[in-house]
């Protein structure tokens, strides 16, 4: 059965009677494609966010009329579309909706004196707060880029006159100074979810694990979380370790995300959610204590942090990994620090691997299966055989993005795999990045080596990372030997149990 695909011009001229006659008749799902005209066209996140707040407002004016409702953004025509698939569970009402939405995708519209449709978008905007929404995470990319254009609403105005303008905004929604906002998930799940593009906030005692599974981008398995300890010494920056992972510490961010959910509780003093389990007073921030409890992934990709009021979850693009040298520096200073750290850093010969045991073809096998445990993609693609391309992508992934990370609904993975058995490091000259990116239309790069990275790729990495908006992953040695340690399936699998 296939879906049909409702084409706005083909029927803009039916009276009511004919469109619910026509579309009678079809026992397919129904695609409409929802123009956005500024999604990869406009420089001002608040065009790209009155795209999305658009989009949003028709897939929810039709879904209450719908058996089931979902959508995909497709980003490779322009304008881009937003694709809403449904399946009607009472025509008439929804033929009523469909009749009044459909002139509005003509460009010849007149939205101004159109009697019912601006009237019917104003409400909803004004009421998109308190609603429990079909597809939420459209209203997500919604509030996330207008938080991020803020300013440009008022970039007209002298400056005085701005920054008063900018601080009322911001008294009446302190969140957002922080770069967080109030995910429109949480009317759904019954609790305040804040989300920024590198973590969460949630109240204290909540089990987040069915939201991180939905929305946190761990849609096969969620990650293993073990209590961890912090250490710091003098200038030295702060990490956190157990048993399986070690990362530094996210000071900053954890920092910015405590005084944000200190200014969104003080503000919402008396507000009960939905759940009376979840109330937050402002005593408990007189009392709160720093942060009093971490625990840290198995594989080092998500750290939650506590204190007395709430939970911060911080993921793996914004966990910087720990340097040789900066746990040397550790070891100078203390001799408690020493087993199982050496371990996770690479340091210790014992979880070394046999890389001359590998070719070309063997290793990017040994990549693919990396990526599956690591990533959950769910798609993946492997590019032929080992030098038998150019192009520069070994392996090709997709994976879907977690609440808050961005406004798109997947991000498409671009792999290179460079195999190295003489020890040497990879530089940036032998990996081709920013054409790579631009010609397949990549949202993430990643680069995994057998080898060191050094600090000419590194700084290559982040460049582009930086100037083209797109996420950045780095895999030497060190990260895949550490890997393999904690998963001896795949260790084993190209390396033997001897090693």
Known sequence: MLDFKLEPSEFSDYNFEELYEELSKISDNFIL??????????????????DYLWASFVIESIGEFCEKISFQVNYEEMPVKICCDFKPKNLIELTK?????????DDDYDFENDERVPLMYEEFQNTLEKR????????????????AGIYSLYEEEEEEEQEKLIEEVYNKHPEWRYSFWRS?????????????????????????????????????RLPTMLEAQKISFLNQDP???????????????IDNAQICSKEIWAKNYGYQSQNSDLIVTYNNFNNRSLINKIFLSQ???????????????????NLDKVSKETINKYLDITINFTGSAKNLLGISSKIACNWHELDDEKFEELCYDIILCRYQPYKIVKMGKSRSRDGGRDIEFTTFPRTGKNNKTSIKWIVQCKLIKDGSSLTGKKVEVADTVAQYGADGFCVMTSGVIDSTLHDKLEGIARNRDIEIDEWSRLEIERFLAKHPEIRDRYFGQNL
């Open 184 to 220: 429109y998930w949480s009317n759904n799940v019954g609790f305040d979810l804040y989300v920024s593009s590198d973590s969460w906030i949630t109240p204290v005692n909540v089990n987040v694990s069915d939201l991180l599974k939905q929305k946190g981008g761990f849609y096969y």
């Open 299 to 317: 594989e080092g990709e998500i750290i939650i942090a506590y204190d007395k009021v709430a939970q911060y979850i911080i993921f793996n693009n």
């Open 132 to 147: 429990r929404l079909y597809c939420p995470d459209i209203a997500d990319s919604y509030i996330a880029n207008f938080v």
């Open 97 to 105: 909706v469909l009749f009044l939405l459909l002139p509005t995708f």
């Open 33 to 50: 494609e929802i123009p956005c005209y500024s999604i990869n066209s406009s420089q001002y996140n608040t065009d790209l966010a009155y």
């Open 239 to 253: 990490i956190v370790f157990n048993e399986s992972s070690i990362i530094l510490y996210p000071k900053n961010k």
